[in-house]
T-cell receptor, first 114, second 109 residues
Framework: DTGVSQDPRHKITKRGQNVTFRCDPI?????LYWYRQTLGQGPEFLTY????????KSRLLSDRFSAERPKGSFSTLEIQRTEQGDSAMYLC????????????FGPGTRLTVL | EDKVVQSPLSLVVHEGDTVTLNCSYE??????LLWYKQEKKAPTFLFML????IEKKSGRLSSILDKKELFSILNITATQTGDSAVYLC?????????FGTGTRLQVFP
């Protein structure tokens, strides 16, 4: 399967702990996006990368959140000092800038903060 | 501020019915509009629309964009129970998709 993959699929953590999620995009895609989705809402943009450069961050992304894409391939999203309000589905998507704007989503990581 | 409004929020139909889902938007630096289907997992891509008035079709699904009036519709004909899902509209600006809250479609046999 050459789709977007995310790991882990589920994460349960206690408030105050740090968590890290990984996303592997479709191999030829140079753009990688992170979104967050809560129940009953559409996904909300968090940040995106073109190759290894982080080009935009949403104001939703507090200083507890950091994302990297060190070699322009996979990306990690870290949340420090988790809060119950961080509980959500974290979605990763990728696209090929030269191919248009179609973004293809991974299966998501569901985070539960107790 | 960018805004996407989908209607109706929820729709319950019987198999074989035809449905029309609406999406209106106000987005700066608009580039295209995408439709996604979301069941109990990540969104799956349906259509990308960039030009006004050109219908895109895929089987029983079709969609069209009006860039002057800033809306799009998604039609599903002869609905099936497998069409039950949340349908998300997402205009794309220069950098990102901006999602609506979606229309929840339930198709009963």
């Amino acid at each position: 399967d050459t789709g977007v993959s995310q790991d882990p699929r589920h994460k349960i953590t206690k408030r105050g702990q740090n968590v890290t999620f990984r996303c592997d995009p479709i191999s030829e895609h140079n753009r990688l996006y992170w979104y967050r989705q809560t129940l009953g809402q559409g996904p909300e943009f968090l940040t995106y990368f073109q190759n290894e450069a982080q080009l935009e961050k949403s104001r939703l992304l507090s200083d507890r959140f950091s994302a990297e894409r060190p070699k322009g391939s996979f990306s990690t999203l870290e949340i420090q000092r988790t809060e119950q309000g961080d509980s959500a589905m974290y979605l990763c998507a990728s696209s090929s800038w030269t191919g248009g704007n179609e973004q293809f989503f991974g299966p998501g990581t569901r985070l539960t903060v107790l | 501020e960018d805004k996407v409004v989908q209607s109706p929020l929820s729709l319950v139909v019987h198999e074989g019915d035809t449905v029309t889902l609406n999406c209106s938007y106000e987005v700066t630096n608009f580039r295209s509009l995408l439709w996604y289907k979301q069941e109990k997992k990540a969104p799956t891509f349906l259509f990308m629309l960039t030009s006004s008035g050109i219908e895109k079709k895929s089987g029983r699904l079709s969609s069209i964009l009006d860039k002057k009036e800033l809306f799009s519709i998604l039609n599903i004909t002869a609905t099936q129970t497998g069409d039950s899902a949340v349908y998300l509209c997402a205009p794309h600006n220069t950098d990102k998709l901006i999602f609506g809250t979606g229309t929840r479609l339930q198709v009963f046999p």
